[in-house]
């Protein structure tokens, strides 16, 4: 009788496992089972950069990051962190025309624009070297208005070079994901103190 009782609990034990579906997942809803259709939400996530992407040399993530990761555009990036516009130097889809080192070399008027009762020349500065309109590096001739809401031509000179102000276009256009980079040999515009 014993092992009758036993047998009995056993298989009864096993019948509930069994039953129970154990770890068992239920299986997903087709959407032919599904009632209503599913909908995607437009996404607007950002694309995550590798550490590689954002840090190598003249990254095009943005123009900021081309600046910040370019070796000959160290002084730009110190007078683009001085100012208030990094962030639109980053991601709003200008262009920004990108003074080389060696054009901070032959003038040290520039240092004194970092100083705070320079802050306004600064801003100046800064905006003068960013172009709104000008969106990829196919036909970069023609006039365009910087951020100070002045109007800039990018042109030819007597050599054939593009120039922008008193800046020379060097040719080599980087567009990035968040804006157009020209990196350039001289300012745009001279530095206004007042």
Not at 14 to 36: I, V
Not at 50 to 68: G, M, Q
Not at 165 to 194: K, S
Request: hydrophobic content about 35%.
């Amino acid at each position: 009788m014993r092992h009758i009782l036993f047998l009995l609990l056993s298989s009864m034990v096993l019948l509930l496992t069994a039953c129970s579906g154990g770890n068992q997942k239920a299986p997903k809803p087709t959407p032919a089972q599904n009632d209503t259709p599913a909908q995607k939400a437009p996404s607007k996530k950002r694309k995550a950069y590798t550490e590689e992407e954002l840090n190598r040399p003249y990254s095009t993530v943005s123009p900021w990051r081309f600046i910040v990761t370019g070796p000959e555009t160290q002084y730009f990036e110190r007078l683009v962190a001085y100012s208030e516009l990094g962030r639109t130097v980053h991601g709003s889809g200008h262009t920004v025309l990108v003074p080389r080192d060696e054009t901070f070399r032959d003038s040290k008027d520039w240092k004194a624009l970092i100083e705070p009762e320079n802050t306004e020349a600064l801003q100046r500065f800064v905006k003068a070297h960013i172009l709104v309109g000008l969106k990829g590096p196919k036909s970069i001739e023609g006039t365009y208005e910087n951020l100070n809401g002045k109007t800039v031509v990018i042109e030819r000179d007597d050599r054939g070079e593009l120039v922008c102000g008193g800046a020379r276009l060097l040719g080599q256009e980087v567009e990035t994901d968040y804006g157009l980079v020209l990196p350039v040999v001289g300012m745009v515009e001279e530095i206004r103190w007042n």
